[in-house]
């Protein structure tokens, strides 16, 4: 069975940088997209990135407006979310998704496969 493992959360002020990291402790990338969606509390799940397997499609959640750029390296078999000029509406716990699913369905939680725990991002005003 494939985990994920997110990693790079942490507490920061706004204006800060972060970038998170995932990575399947067991299982692979390999051929599949990833994603990252982000939950506040008390909030629904939002989609906030995802990309391809080669790295040449990407797809951005609308509320984030360009501040974040998600990449990957496939040697590594990792997947990164560079989050710039944090604010503390960005304070939410961060997960990363697999998906066998086309763009079309990326910001849609129901088309992932297999999540991480999380990792908190914590953005202090």
């Known amino acids: 069975q494939v985990q994920l493992v997110e990693s790079g959360g942490g507490l920061v002020q706004a204006g800060d940088s972060l970038r998170l990291s995932c990575t399947p402790s067991?299982?692979?990338?390999?051929?599949?997209?990833v994603g990252w969606f982000r939950q506040a509390p008390g909030k629904e799940r939002e989609f906030a990135a995802a990309?391809?397997?080669?790295?040449?499609?990407?797809r951005y959640g609308d509320s984030l407006k360009g501040r974040f750029i998600i990449s990957r390296d496939n040697a590594k078999n990792t997947v990164y979310l560079q989050m710039d000029n944090l604010g503390p509406e960005d304070t939410a716990v961060y997960y990363c998704?697999?998906?066998?699913?086309?763009?079309?369905?990326?910001?849609?939680?129901?088309?992932?496969?297999?999540w991480g725990q999380g990792t908190q991002v914590t953005v202090s005003s």
């Open positions: 990309i391809s397997w080669s790295a040449g499609v990407t």
């Open positions: 998704a697999r998906t066998p699913r086309a763009q079309a369905y990326w910001d849609n939680a129901a088309s992932y496969d297999y």
């Open positions: 067991r299982g692979i990338f390999t051929n599949y997209g």
